[in-house]
């Protein structure tokens, strides 16, 4: 039977993983999906993710691609893991992709979203899915701040340690800050991203919310590449991995 290499779409709530990559000090989504991998094709194959998101960090568009030798059509994949999957873990989709394929590497784009629940007392029911704030945030400061992202910079000041990235380059084209009753959502999208680096600009923005920091700021850590220009690492609960895209999907759409 041909082998073949099967892209899945992945759905999480991440607060009870310490990430998407397998460790030893607790339940990841890779290893959950790699279970009902096991159960399905009945023996262990391995799931290679495009973000390796950290313990906490949510999903609605987490991309992985494995091999398998199976009569299971690739659209059928998600009604047949979901059987076996936690209910905080969902595939939505599934397609069968060239075999030189790969998931992360080949990723030519990333759309982030953080979500903050601004109000004076935290929520009960989105507690999980957003970082409280309870001081009134100016969304138009931060939104001005962060127009500073836009295009192609040295993001070394975006940094936490613990990245392992041959190179702190990368490309921003969308940034924006809404506001919509108590939620204050900011979206970013590049071609990749450094560890912790869409945190640090939640952070960051967030004290230039409340008046801690400075409009300027991120332009001027841009510039001197130096973290203590920023704010602090915002929460990871509120810190959702939107969609990850891929070019063979723009051209299928003309785009």
Same mark, same amino acid.
């Given at each position: ?7 899945l779409?992945v759905?999480?709530? =991440? ?12 339940? /990841?989504i890779?290893? *959950?999906?790699? %279970?009902?991998?096991?159960k ?32 299971? #059509? ?10 076996y999957? #936690? +209910?905080?873990i ?13 998931a992360?590497?080949?990723?030519? &784009? %990333? ?16 507690? /999980?899915?957003?970082?409280? $704030?309870? $001081? ?29 990235a ?14 919509? &009753?108590? *939620?204050? +959502? ?5 071609n =990749?991203?450094?560890?912790?680096? $869409? ?11 409340h008046? %801690? ?9 841009? *510039?001197?590449?130096? !973290?203590?220009d920023?704010g602090?690492?915002? #929460? ?6 939107? !969609? ?8 299928a759409?003309?785009?």
């Amino acid at each position: 039977m041909e082998q073949k290499r099967i892209l899945l779409t992945v759905s999480y709530d =991440g607060t009870a993983y310490v990430g998407w990559q397998f460790q030893e000090n607790g339940p /990841s989504i890779q290893e *959950e999906i790699e %279970k009902a991998l096991q159960k399905t094709l009945g023996c262990f194959t391995r799931v290679t993710g495009a973000s390796r998101t950290d313990a906490g960090v949510h999903a609605l568009g987490q991309r992985a691609h494995f091999d398998a030798r199976s009569s299971i #059509p690739p659209e059928k994949y998600p009604f047949v893991l979901n059987r076996y999957l #936690p +209910a905080d873990i969902r595939v939505t989709a599934a397609t069968q992709v060239p075999h030189d394929f790969h998931a992360r590497f080949q990723a030519a &784009g %990333k759309l982030y979203t953080y979500r903050i629940h601004n109000a004076p007392h935290a929520s009960t029911i989105f507690r /999980s899915c957003t970082a409280h $704030v309870p $001081v009134e945030l100016d969304a138009e400061a931060m939104q001005r701040c962060g127009a500073a992202l836009l295009g192609t910079h040295d993001f070394a000041a975006f940094a936490a340690a613990g990245g392992q990235a041959k190179t702190t380059v990368r490309t921003i084209d969308l940034f924006s800050v809404e506001k919509q &009753g108590q *939620e204050v +959502a900011l979206r970013v999208h590049g071609n =990749g991203f450094l560890y912790n680096m $869409v945190r640090i600009i939640a952070g960051t923005l967030i004290d230039v919310g409340h008046g %801690k920091l400075d409009e300027g700021c991120i332009a001027r850590a841009i *510039e001197s590449k130096d !973290r203590l220009d920023l704010g602090v690492t915002a #929460p990871a609960c509120g810190l959702e991995l939107t !969609r990850v895209e891929y070019d063979f999907e723009k051209e299928a759409k003309g785009t």
